[in-house]
């Protein structure tokens, strides 16, 4: 009996999902050395302001700029020196009219001085005396008080991606926890009787399951923790119940259900029982991954992908990964690696579908090409020989050979 | 007394330093599954031909293709059901002429059928029987034994960062273990007596360690280990014994020295007391990082970044990211994620000097501008508020207000 798919474009799709899904941030806190890539639940401000105390930006002489006014080789200003100041401690000397203290790098400005003379600008005459050859402004090479950041500035907004530089700003400022969003458990379902652990010797008929690996990597490049639950005969008790005890236990379900309809169908049916609303979307005009199901359960995302490993792993990147960062409140979705090739050959496609072609980039003399790995039935060799991917947009119904196609690289 | 650099451009520095070190990969077998992210240490040939059985590629009947010849809506062909292939087993029924079996996308070819006919073609007459309303040529709709990789042909050759498709498509030949390059363990040394751990009250002139931890996440993103050593004082033998023990343990060491130029000095006395031949390199035409230096010490690459916390990150992302995955084999850099858009100001520069300048990016109605994140000194924060960096070429003295520019994204 042909299936009666009532087909809604990727992009309307992930639009119905995501507005039944009732998302709300869920903080906790941790070490800020910990949270690279977790995402800022709330606003973080500076507890204090930064540099705390004036700093020089130099090595040299710190000065009373007035006492440079004018200074050249040929006239060069004379100061005397009253002291060094050590790293790391208060400057204990006082820079008065005339004088002038030595000063390091990320060193704290004395008392009395108000700019730093380079060493390059300076010549020493004896122990105590030395030559300024050219003239500072008032504050030149000082790094002020909160000149960094201000107390009560805000460092960083909520929904932020935290990278190697935040942590360092936030370590500088002393705040030695932070508060991210908690990352989603993402349950992993594989079914199909025909499905056997990696491990394993294969009989006659069966394959090894790939989904649970390749779709447990994209969970934790989205930000996820991936949960496998193992392989599930392709029986709607012991499909249920396993559906049941994910949703139960994780924030997010991955049904990857084998690629006969009867087993399809058997997956819409299971996400139906397991709670409301249930099935939102069952099959989207998209290749590779037209039979995907997109459902709520009480309150959780549930998602049943094909059983094809190529159509398992486009559609998660396309609408799971944005939904796991969205989950965490990411406030806009980290860009995408790509790069600009001419297409090698003509793909064809069908109006009112998008699609997505694997490709190989190839350097020619004349610049890069992308070129479509071509095979039959989503193998997932194919998308171990790409090195990224191609969209045919819904509207169009192909693309020529020389075309300038941006390729989303893996 | 100025300091005396012999600068070198930074791609020169570059193939200087790596020419100097003897990298080797340094390969170990872990499980398959938990590879994502390491680099290929040889290549991977296919132990078996997959599919290992001929597949349907549809849910529909197998037939002799000669059996449908000329069929069409009009005049059908009439076949027999003789049985149905169940998933994940051998198909033990056969199919003789003028005969056809039930299959799902996915199982196994009964012998003597040599296409598929989609269910969608075909219309039920009774229990035994079905019309074939469109002839299929021979071979149509099957997966051919090896049609997905054949036995002994290459997966991935070494050199190779996993992927998550990777990971499934070696898991489907049943490679559960994979021969990787070790992950280098990067010793960090940070330096400076004005430095105290982040979790410390400041005292007046002190600091809180910043380096320590953006550098972590950045060796961590380039597939190392980091390892801290802590904040070791400004005294030669309190560095230089912590530089041996640094390089007796690790694969890479990285200190990071104060700013000063006595500092700065002292790292590359060390370095050269540390072991042959010592530094290559000191001092990079490039901002934010001129006081680089890069040495090799026992076959051990050993770098001196800036105590500069945006100047240390940069460079350490100019040639020590680079590095580190060299020393892990991979045969091509991962592609930067970047973004083209207007420059917002006029950047100044010197020829003779490479630049890099942090922006923030701004969508316009016009388009999206780049920029220019300005401050005294290279304050953490610029980094911390930018998005990305821009780069001003050797042989340039500027980039224009309006130019296009590349931007890198973080």
Not at 213 to 220: I, K, R
Not at 273 to 281: E, K, N, S
Request: proline content about 8%; glycine content about 10%.
């Amino acid at each position: 009996m042909p299936e009666l798919f009532n087909l809604v474009p990727p992009d309307e799709a992930r639009v119905t999902w995501f507005a039944s899904i009732p998302f709300s941030v869920q903080p906790e806190t941790m070490p800020t050395s910990e949270a690279l890539g977790r995402v800022t639940a709330a606003p973080l401000r500076s507890p204090m302001a930064l540099p705390a105390f004036p700093r020089s930006a130099m090595d040299g002489y710190a000065v009373r700029a007035e006492d440079t006014l004018g200074a050249s080789e040929g006239l060069p200003a004379y100061l005397t020196v009253v002291g060094e100041v050590p790293m790391g401690q208060a400057a204990s000397v006082e820079v008065g009219a005339g004088q002038t203290a030595v000063v390091h790098t990320g060193g704290m400005i004395p008392s009395g001085a108000d700019a730093v003379v380079m060493v390059e600008r300076t010549q020493k005459l004896d122990e105590e005396d030395i030559e300024v050859l050219r003239p500072v402004a008032f504050g030149e090479n000082i790094i002020n008080v909160g000149e960094d950041i201000l107390e009560e500035e805000e460092i960083l907004p909520a929904g932020h991606l935290l990278r190697p530089q935040d942590l360092g700003g936030l370590l500088a400022v002393g705040l030695t926890d932070v508060v991210v969003s908690r990352r989603p458990r993402v349950a992993l379902i594989a079914t199909g009787d025909e499905v056997i652990p990696p491990s394993q010797q294969l009989g006659p008929g069966q394959v090894r399951d790939i989904n649970t690996y390749t779709l447990s990597g994209l969970v934790q490049r989205a930000g996820g923790v991936p949960w496998s639950l193992g392989i599930i005969p392709d029986r709607f008790e012991a499909l249920k119940s396993a559906a049941a005890q994910a949703l139960a236990e994780a924030d997010v379900v991955v049904m990857s259900a084998g690629s006969s309809v009867s087993v399809r169908d058997m997956t819409g049916d299971v996400i139906n029982d397991l709670g409301a609303p249930g099935v939102l979307v069952h099959g989207i005009s998209f290749r590779p991954g037209k039979p995907t199901v997109l459902a709520v359960c009480d309150g959780k995302p549930v998602i049943g992908l094909p059983g094809n490993p190529v159509s398992a792993m486009v559609v998660f990147g396309l609408l799971v990964s944005p939904m796991l960062w969205r989950w965490q409140g990411l406030a806009r979705l980290p860009e995408p690696r790509t790069i600009k090739a001419r297409l090698a050959r003509n793909v064809a496609s069908v109006a009112g579908r998008e699609d997505r072609i694997q490709v190989r980039l190839e350097q020619r003399e004349d610049g890069l090409w992308a070129d479509p790995v071509f095979g039959k039935s989503n193998l997932i060799f194919i998308m171990v020989k790409a090195e990224g991917m191609i969209k045919v947009p819904l509207d169009q119904t192909g693309l020529s050979a020389g075309e300038i196609v941006e390729v989303q690289l893996y």
